[in-house]
């Protein structure tokens, strides 16, 4: 990642304990629209507290892998995986970029991860999704626009997640349709509020506007679905 470990001083340093709210739940419901995680092997990359994948397991993954360089988030990890099975589960301590691709899964995911890459590593993020994957890839990430550009460069957002530039389906597309063992993709787009202050978490306002295809035309998470021959 292109400033590592900026997490640990930033969006980690904050947290102490893990809470399962709307903001993660909502983006795991979208995620299991497009996969079913029963008896599948996972990998999520960035995966930060480890959230999603511990709902992946919960709707019956057989296995699920997390990759994160973040040594806070790691920490913590482990944490909420206590009780769980070691059969169950794999914590890397890594750039995601640096995985091997001895490492693969049934479905490979990640969520507000490929944005933070710069340049050449912009492509290389999205080839790691799918060199690591069997089956299908989904990537959740935020919407280009102008809201998010403003965001982006905002002090308090840089100092929290530091580099961020949001990808464009023009820019999505150029790279999957270089990969020859892609089969088919999709994007859609929902959590109409997201990095929108005070709003982000609220349930109710978000689903109304969801439903109204607000999302369409807002700040706004894509979710990119991807599967292969």
């Not at 990890?77 to 091997?100: H, P």
């Not at 089969?183 to 982000?200: A, D, E, G, M």
Request: glycine residues 4%.
């Amino acid at each position: 990642m292109t400033e590592k470990n900026i997490w640990d001083s930033g969006r980690w340093k904050f947290v102490n304990e893990i809470k399962f709210d709307f903001m993660t739940k909502y983006i795991h419901e979208h995620i299991s629209r497009c996969v079913s995680f029963e008896n599948k092997t996972t990998i999520e990359l960035g995966s930060g507290l480890g959230r999603l994948s511990y709902l992946a397991l919960n709707d019956n993954a057989e296995k699920v892998t997390m990759v994160d360089s973040s040594s806070k988030a790691i920490e913590i990890s482990k944490k909420l995986f206590a009780e769980v099975s070691s059969k169950k589960y794999e914590i890397i301590n890594s750039n995601i970029l640096g995985i091997s691709t001895d490492h693969k899964a049934d479905i490979v995911f990640s969520s507000g991860v490929i944005e933070h890459f710069k340049k050449n590593e912009r492509f290389e993020i999205i080839k790691k999704h799918i060199e690591l994957t069997k089956q299908e890839c989904v990537i959740v990430h935020p919407t280009d626009n102008i809201y998010q550009t403003i965001f982006n460069k905002f002090p308090l957002s840089v100092m929290m997640y530091g580099y961020q530039k949001s990808f464009s389906e023009d820019e999505m597309n150029k790279y999957l349709e270089s990969f020859s063992e892609v089969k088919s993709y999709t994007h859609s787009k929902f959590h109409t509020f997201y990095t929108v202050p005070l709003l982000h978490n609220n349930e109710k306002l978000n689903r109304i506007f969801d439903k109204k295809n607000f999302s369409k035309l807002s700040p706004g998470l894509t979710i990119t679905h991807i599967k292969k021959i």
